[in-house]
């Protein structure tokens, strides 16, 4: 990964995180500290992304975090809201160019879940009492569908694009597990914990039946 000063001194704060080292480890980033979290080892995974844009400063991750919550928490959240919103465009786009009817319907009914699910992520971020913005703005990361992908998947039709688009949908549902777990594990919040859960087993079918319509 690919690293200048200010992506070094976010990290540096970031690694008091355990969902975040984890996250690091797969080649992205968030924000949120638990000041009480004993530090954590980082692995970086060669070849991952870097960031496209400039991080945030340090010190704007150091937030007061609400009773309830811990750094953990807010990271997951202020990953998934992205991730799902993000892959919006993705699962339209196989209704507008794929070929394959079951892949659609698939598509589809990704999509509803994809919505609702940004709902109960949305109202928890606003239950810390920080901001709604998307921190990873910009940011090229594991599982996060980015405007290069839309435009990559843009510049294919039919059968090309059932394949490349089966590959990008199969990364982000698995991605979203293992942030899941990653929750699940160190998170503090229980409302958050039991959301995390829930998708975990969500995106466990999903893949499922991914797999049943193309095969990876």
């Given at each position: 990964?690919?690293?200048?000063?200010?992506?070094?001194?976010?990290?540096?704060?970031?690694l008091?995180?355990?969902?975040?080292?984890?996250?690091?480890?797969?080649?992205?980033?968030?924000?949120?500290?638990?000041?009480?979290?004993?530090?954590?080892?980082?692995?970086?995974?060669?070849?991952?992304?870097?960031?496209?844009?400039?991080?945030?400063?340090?010190?704007?991750?150091?937030?007061?975090?609400?009773?309830?919550?811990?750094?953990?928490?807010?990271?997951?959240?202020?990953?998934?809201?992205?991730?799902?919103?993000?892959?919006?465009?993705?699962?339209?786009?196989?209704?507008?160019?794929?070929?394959?009817?079951?892949?659609?319907?698939?598509?589809?009914?990704?999509?509803?879940?994809?919505?609702?699910?940004?709902?109960?992520?949305?109202?928890?971020?606003?239950?810390?009492g920080?901001?709604?913005?998307?921190?990873?703005?910009?940011?090229?990361?594991?599982?996060?569908?980015?405007?290069?992908?839309?435009?990559?998947?843009?510049?294919?039709?039919?059968?090309?694009?059932?394949?490349?688009?089966?590959?990008?949908?199969?990364?982000?549902?698995?991605?979203?597990?293992?942030?899941?777990?990653?929750?699940?594990?160190?998170?503090l919040?229980?409302?958050?914990?039991?959301?995390?859960?829930?998708?975990?087993?969500?995106?466990?079918?999903q893949?499922?039946?991914?797999?049943?319509?193309?095969?990876?």
């Open positions: 990964m690919r690293a200048d000063g200010p992506a070094r001194a976010w990290r540096a704060v970031l008091t995180v355990p969902l975040l080292a984890a996250l690091l480890s797969a080649g992205c980033g968030g924000t949120g500290t638990d000041p009480a979290a004993p530090p954590s080892p980082a692995a970086t995974a060669p070849g991952s992304p870097a960031a496209s844009a400039p991080a945030p400063s340090p010190a704007a991750a150091v937030a007061t975090i609400p009773p309830g919550f811990n750094g953990t928490d807010v990271a997951w959240l202020q990953l998934m809201i992205p991730m799902d919103g993000q892959t919006l465009a993705l699962l339209d786009m196989a209704r507008a160019r794929g070929t394959d009817t079951a892949l659609k319907r698939l598509a589809t009914r990704i999509k509803d879940s994809h919505t609702a699910e940004l709902t109960g992520l949305r109202r928890l971020l606003a239950r810390t920080l901001p709604s913005t998307n921190v990873h703005e910009g940011h090229s990361m594991p599982g996060m569908v980015n405007a290069d992908d839309l435009a990559e998947l843009g510049r294919t039709a039919g059968a090309e694009f059932d394949r490349r688009f089966a590959r990008r949908l199969r990364e982000h549902l698995d991605q979203s597990v293992t942030v899941a777990r990653g929750e699940q594990a160190s998170g919040n229980r409302d958050t914990k039991r959301l995390a859960a829930a998708i975990e087993r969500l995106r466990a079918t893949r499922a039946d991914l797999d049943g319509v193309t095969r990876p």
